[in-house]
């Protein structure tokens, strides 16, 4: 990362901290959301906490206490085969009984204490313990038959992924259905009969969600074939079933069952669901069926699945270009000129999720993002600052401007409350740990603008496409001292490696620890 901030740092740097972040959570509880954190196991090489005696806690330990503080309910423990016992120990010591999503789906002995699980699957795999976490009917499908959640991933490393229309409106109607009978006790009973043999039709597959005590049962089935069944008997009762009435679930409405066989007719589109309630009852779980029922009526009046768009696009973006920095005909002082080109730019992201187009960013010539960029693109000359903004540089900045963040978390914290002035031994290393919105404020003050990203690379490799901005060889004396740990050291003061490792037009510090 850029910095040697852990994965709770970037919690505790959120606006407000964590006790915001427990605001938050607060609210969502009261909307029926519940909120699991991220955790990644592979976060080692940042920062370690450090606990009030002096000692270095494990993440389950530390974790148990900041999730409690920030009001969540649990983790997503991301690339984890399974949450070790460890972690609901030290929940329950802080008085907590935490919820643990492995990616991994978990071991049996893991069952005990994770109460979740991601199962990246298909529909033929059978039963799984949820939720499912993908973006397809055949993830929908198995959704839906197992009774389990569904996680829209929509957010994936920071690029856009979003869920078709069709897939959108699935999910809208499928998790009404779900939740609502998830609170009546019927999804997730214990005597959840998976293919159930009352399914007439070839290639439609249905659950069966029995509650005896309460004289209900709840059917959900989905169409894995590619053709549409018009209304025809879809699924036979169990004979203690047929005297009570039946709904349709996907329609909102009452269904005729069959005097003779117990079967009860409805439509099933291509890939779609059906559902089927038998019960005496007038409410579920102490909610009106009736109210349920509307909704559902309300939801199917908008059209089939099939009426909505299965095409998947991209979400554009817009790159906010810099306001302009003055004109100038000669390189103010502490800048160097970079003459007039045209330059072939090229860069990749490093996702490591995502096909080549959707992931990372879009250029203003791009059509939409992609993960590998290239172009030839006329760049105008400019000048640039030889070496990095300065603390002293910047600490003239808060003299001259009297600015203090409204949020001062982490701002200049390896000035170590020393303000406006920095402290003399940091006075000559570039200046860190400010945002980019004070970076651009800092340029505006001094009459400048940041480089944009082309304008970096061309300033630091030329026109002959070079590894680095000295040359293709490595080259120990032009970088800083190599440095191995979890905190992250103070740089280097500017010109310390300069003018060996300096780029072809003369700027400098291009290549940091």
Not at 87 to 104: F, K, M, N
Not at 160 to 184: H, Q, S, V, Y
Not at 315 to 320: A, E, N, Y
């Amino acid at each position: 990362g850029l910095d040697d901030r852990n994965q709770l740092d970037l919690y505790r740097a959120l606006p407000g901290g964590i006790s915001a972040v427990r605001n938050v959570s607060d609210q969502l509880r009261q909307r029926g959301v519940h909120v699991l954190w991220s955790y990644n196991p592979w976060d080692t090489g940042t920062r370690r906490e450090v606990a009030a005696n002096g000692s270095t806690p494990d993440d389950a330990t530390v974790f148990a206490s900041v999730l409690k503080a920030g009001g969540a309910d649990g983790i997503n423990g991301d690339t984890m085969s399974h949450v070790p016992k460890e972690w609901w120990i030290d929940s329950l010591a802080v008085g907590s009984e935490d919820t643990y999503q492995p990616e991994g789906g978990g071991t049996i002995a893991s069952m005990d204490w994770e109460t979740m699980s991601v199962c990246h699957c298909k529909f033929d795999k059978g039963a799984a313990q949820g939720p499912v976490v993908a973006l397809a009917v055949d993830a929908l499908h198995f959704s839906f038959f197992n009774g389990v959640g569904f996680e829209t991933t929509e957010s994936n490393w920071g690029s856009w992924n979003g869920i078709t229309p069709r897939d959108g409106e699935a999910i809208r109607r499928i998790f009404t259905i779900l939740r609502f009978f998830a609170k009546a006790g019927l999804v997730g009973a214990s005597g959840w009969e998976p293919h159930d043999p009352g399914v007439l039709v070839d290639g439609v597959f249905g659950s069966r969600f029995p509650l005896p005590a309460q004289n209900e049962t709840l059917y959900t089935m989905v169409n894995r074939a590619g053709t549409s069944h018009s209304s025809r008997p879809q699924l036979v009762l169990r004979a203690a079933e047929r005297a009570a009435p039946a709904y349709d679930c996907w329609r909102g409405e009452r269904l005729a069952v069959s005097p003779t066989d117990g079967s009860v007719s409805f439509a099933l589109e291509a890939s779609g669901f059906g559902c089927v309630l038998s019960s005496h009852n007038s409410t579920a779980g102490g909610r009106p069926l009736a109210e349920f029922l509307a909704t559902m009526r309300r939801l199917s009046a908008a059209g089939p699945l099939s009426a909505f768009s299965s095409e998947w696009t991209f979400l554009k973006q817009t790159m906010v270009p810099h306001p302009p920095s003055p004109p100038t005909a000669s390189a103010p002082p502490g800048m160097v000129p970079i003459p007039a080109a045209n330059y072939s730019f090229h860069v990749a992201g490093v996702e490591d999720q995502g096909g080549p187009t959707g992931p990372d960013v879009q250029y203003p010539w791009e059509s939409h993002p992609q993960r590998i960029h290239s172009a030839l693109l006329q760049v105008a000359a400019f000048f640039m600052d030889k070496h990095p903004v300065t603390a002293a540089e910047y600490g003239a900045y808060l003299n001259a401007t009297g600015y203090v963040p409204c949020d001062p978390h982490n701002f200049l914290s390896s000035w170590n409350g020393s303000r406006p002035e920095p402290p003399p031994a940091l006075a000559r290393t570039p200046v860190v740990h400010v945002s980019l919105q004070e970076a651009r404020q800092y340029c505006a003050w001094a009459g400048k603008r940041l480089p944009r990203e082309w304008e970096w690379q061309y300033a630091a490799q030329g026109l002959d496409n070079r590894t680095f901005p000295w040359g293709n060889h490595s080259c120990g004396h032009c970088t800083p001292e190599p440095h191995v740990g979890q905190r992250a050291p103070v740089p280097p003061a500017v010109g310390s490696r300069s003018p060996e490792g300096d780029s072809p037009f003369g700027v400098a510090d291009l290549v940091s620890t």
